[in-house]
């Protein structure tokens, strides 16, 4: 069997700046991925997409290139459409490939594992043609397919740039609803203060909305009482703005209301996790090179907080660094003088935050929807469920899935988690840390007995 | 290209041939099978175990299992499936939920 000095899960910017640091360093690293290829979300398929479409999806997009480039490097073994399953102590990392199990042992782990879509629990939201912009961000990116009549529902940035992107490509949203309010723009202005950064970002996201103005989308702003209507599939969009009833047909429902770390792998491996009220969600505790408090496992990028891409890209290579270090490769001079770059960006780029986290807050209804909406979509459990498993004494996301199953389907608890500790918190009257989170165990990913056979044989063939 | 679909296609490649729930589709070889599907016309992947409720994709990155289909017996996740000639793709669960 394999043994690296360092496994990377990920190969999105965190986890392909560290492989490529580490690489650099002389470290043996093994980048494992889901996808075909390298990118992440936020680059996906940039090596085929950018010569394709980069005009469309701008130079924020294409720079993701110059970290696919150096991968290429004698010392990273990337593993694409790798479904990482189990991260064992020692560290063992199963995962399948081709429809064959296989193990890798590390040293030391670096989880760049990044966001998921903050779940947006709306009445019809489970109805096919309602995804998430992220989803519609995808479809672009890897396939060059577009949405011929969407809306665009919720609030940040990134709901500004698909629909920029949608007008630019010929195919412009019906239009774009938005959640947030204009006090919530203006109580922002007050966090830019005199980080540069900041303005630019602000800038950035007018000069989107002025093309969406000359592009004739039409934009409403603080709508509430939004529910997707239709019966085998999403036929409209209904709310109230500007005090207006709504309803606007279509046939594609993109909901955006921010990421949120992807914690499964880490939740895995027992990291300790703290709510952070600023961007709603749960984080794991790290130290300042992003080392959990398991010793040897990392956590970098989006999945150890939301910063975005830059964020992610420097806080990869500074765990990179530190792992370097740990093995011996460089000394803690060293790590500490290639560090101080790494540590200035990220200071300038995570300036921001803190305007983005107030100008674009969560949409409301979605973070404690009405009792008949579903927030379990694997297994159709509504919030009213869980408030009554609240009333019934359920104190925790764990003895909730023991009322009604909620978070043991499929997807594991990654749709509704956070829902979920959020009703059950608001009806004990609770914090979001006393009332916790599920317990995420192995398998992370399903797999088949097939795989597991196929990964015997390969361990028996390592062996002799 | 599809017109019925409410999804557009801007890519041209090579087609294959599948099937999805015994109908032949025309699909772009080595494409990303939930795209290729959505714009193929295909809205609803699958029915909910629970009520059989129709699901389609949602997050398009392996993490929501909305778009899972099964493929020669095999219940995959369509948005981490590449199209390859000759895929028989079926609605999983077709027919045994709970309907209560």
Redesign the interface.
Known sequence: MTRVDLAIIGAGPAGMAAAALAARQGLRVTLLD?Q?RAGG?IYRDVDRAAA??GDLLGPDYTHGATLTAALKHSGVDHVSGA?VWAIEEGFALSYTKDGRGAQVMADRVLLATGA??RPMPLPGW???????A??GQ??LK????????AVLVGTGPLLYLTAAQMLR?G?PPLALVETATRSDLLGAMRHLGGALRGWRYLLKGLGLLAELKRGGVKRHVGATGLAIEGL??AEALSFSAGGKSHRIAC??VYLHHGVVP?VQAARSLGIAHDWNAAQACFLPRLDIWGQSDVPGIYVAGDSAGIGGAKVAEEAGRLAALHVAQAAGRITQTELDRQAAPLRATLARERAVRPFLDRAYPPCPEALAPADATLIC????VTAGDIRNYASLGCVGPNQAKAFGRAGM???QG??CGLTVTALLAEANGQTPDATGYYRVRAPL??V?LGELAQMDQTAQDAAE | MNNASPFLETETASRVTVTFAGAPLDLPLGANLAAALLTAGVGAFRQTPVSGAPRGPFCMMGACFDCLVEIDGVARQACMTEVTAGLQIDRPHEGDHDAG
């Open positions: 889901e075909p979300q394709l479409r479904v998921i879509e489970t109805l096919p043609g309602v995804m998430t992220g989803a995808i479809l890897q396939s060059g397919v577009l949405a011929r009549r490509a195919t085998a599939r046939d594609t992807n979509r694997c297994e159709e389907g499929p997807c990654r749709y990913k399903p088949t």
